[in-house]
């Protein structure tokens, strides 16, 4: 069974950075692009990151791009967002998905069940 | 940036009835769209990829149609566990990124 266990969110000051991380088993981790997507209270789904499955591509919203870092470790099954100079707007919560093939340029077939990022003073 | 515009934003209906929900592109996608439902509290799921094939498990009520600009998913007969928000996304403008629908919220009528 895949599972998807986001880990990391929290209250954060605005200007600061965090780091999440999600952690992927039922299926070869290494076989698959992954991504970021998050979602604001009460508002809809957008696309934040997305990485390869060998960190040799990586794509970003224009939203993060310049203040989001995305990794990931295929030894320890992990997917990272490291998340800098954060804003009020970065306020969501953040999946980790899946996508289907190796490459960050398709859809998702599965996703965990999200890390609460807050960003407020 | 392609622009994903889904239509209306909130449809009403009984259930056993049929639903149609809309999702336009700036600029042409080709075939290069999905469908995810949410529920309230859950994580989406997707329903639709290629614009008009079903997903693993899916049920045969949800159909999708389209190409380039213009998509619609159809639930044919509407049932309870399908009151949900839908979410379009198309995925041909990498590197450019990945995009979402604002969504169609599914209610009861």
């Known amino acids: 069974e895949v599972q998807l266990v986001e880990s990391g969110g929290g209250l954060v000051q605005p200007g600061r950075s965090l780091r999440l991380s999600c952690a992927a088993s039922?299926?070869?981790?290494?076989?698959?692009?992954m991504h970021w997507v998050r979602q604001a209270p009460g508002k809809g789904l957008e696309w934040v990151s997305g990485i390869s499955w060998n960190s040799g591509s990586t794509g970003y919203a224009d939203s993060v791009k310049g203040r989001f870092t995305i990794s990931r470790d295929n030894a320890k099954n992990s997917l990272y967002l490291q998340m800098n100079s954060l804003r009020a707007e970065d306020t969501a919560l953040y999946y980790c998905a899946k996508d289907v093939t190796s490459f960050p340029e398709y859809y998702f077939d599965y996703w965990g069940q999200g890390t609460l990022v807050t960003v407020s003073s | 940036e392609i622009v994903m515009t889904q239509s209306p934003a909130t449809l009403s209906v009984s259930p056993g009835e049929r639903a149609t929900l809309s999702c336009r592109a700036s600029?042409?996608?080709?075939?290069?769209l999905a469908w995810y439902q949410q529920k309230p509290g859950q994580a989406p799921r997707l329903l639709i990829y290629g614009a008009s094939i079903r997903a693993t498990g899916i049920p045969a009520r949800f159909s999708g149609s389209g190409s380039g600009t213009e998509f619609t998913l159809t639930i044919s007969i509407l049932q309870s566990e399908d009151f949900a928000v839908y979410y379009c996304?198309?995925?041909?403008?990498?590197?450019?990124?990945?995009?979402f629908g604002g969504g169609t919220k599914v209610e009861i009528k």
């Open positions: 996304q198309q995925y041909n403008n990498w590197p450019r990124g990945l995009t």
């Open positions: 039922g299926f070869t981790f290494d076989d698959y692009a």
């Open positions: 600029q042409s996608v080709s075939s290069n």
